[in-house]
């Protein structure tokens, strides 16, 4: 399957080992995977602080990169979303619901449309999940604390980890409870930001994992910025460098 890989700018400045992770791992699944350099911001954080003309502009450089894409993977379930939810709002609502029909997170992608939970990979380590908010609430990778009943089947995530060779999936307190960061929110309040951050932190650290995990690197990057400085906590890696790994016993 060709696959287009939209790397959020984030990633690309800050964690660019993800990026290059998801293609080695959409690679040996068999996607025959591109790269569009001039993609940019995909205008979350104008659509979140109201600069709509912004992010109208952003959404529609976007689209046109992406326009003959027979699929579009992302290792962000926010940027995912922006996509998905916000788009409508911003571009024409035939070339916004296209554009959201082909656009897929990347474990999403591997357990819904390629089919696939052992994608092969070991990682003998105990891990904890970081389950997003955008990926539990906009983009039901999961199910979230407050909807009534119970799960009828693992999330997408848990799924994916759960068929890694030697992985101990450890089983934090409030496992869905926000980390903190919330994009534009940890620059408004960052000292509140902080002290939920350092919360979840302390909570992953009490699960026994040596690492966490999440779709989400802005929420990891956050996390492993508290871990730095508080010199204590699991070490952080996205779930594209777990899923790609295939570290000896």
Known sequence: MDVDLFVPCYVDRLAPQVGLATAALLERLGCRVRFDPRQTCCGQPFVTTGAHAEARRLARRHAAVFSGAEAVVCPSASCVATVRHRYADLLDEEVARALAARTFELGEFIVKVLNRSDVGARFPHRVALLESCHGLRELALGWPSERSGRPTHAGVSETLLRSVAGLELCEPARRDECCGFGGAFSVAYPELSARIGRAKLAA??????????????????HLDGLRRREGAGPRVLHLAEILASQEPA
Request: proline residues 0%; negative net charge.
């Open 204 to 221: 992953l650290a009490q699960s026994g994992a040596e690492f966490v995990t999440g779709t989400d690197a802005s929420c990891l990057l």
